[in-house]
Nanobody, 118 residues
């Protein structure tokens, strides 16, 4: 079993910044061996990928956040971060961390609310 715990959400004005954290624990050797990503789900919308690391270490971003969001990781702490700058009201959503282990099993965090006011 793998546990993912997110933190760092909150209320921020448009143009502001937030940094989300996701710490993995349990039966993992390192997050290097996992695909890790941030997803979000706004009310009435489907959950979508925001940013992610593949198990090979490459990154990908949704077009809507390119140039504003950065995904980072600290392997020694088994933590993945999402640095969000220049936030917009349309970034308001519950943000979830997802980890995929070898074998294709997915784990999800509990989610953290991000609200951007105009």
């Amino acid at each position: 079993q793998v546990q993912l715990v997110e933190s760092g959400g909150g209320l921020v004005q448009a143009g502001g910044s937030l940094r989300l954290s996701c710490t993995a624990s349990g039966k993992i050797s390192s997050i290097n061996s996992m695909g890790m990503g941030w997803y979000r789900q706004a009310p009435g919308k489907q959950r979508e990928l925001v940013a992610g690391f593949t198990s090979g270490g490459s990154t990908n971003y949704a077009d809507s956040v390119k140039g504003r969001f950065t995904i980072l990781r600290t392997n020694t702490k088994n933590t993945v971060y999402l640095q969000m700058n220049s936030l917009k009201p349309e970034d308001t959503a519950v943000y979830y961390c997802r980890g995929t282990v070898v074998g294709g099993i997915d784990y999800w965090g509990q989610g953290t609310q991000v609200t951007v006011s105009s």
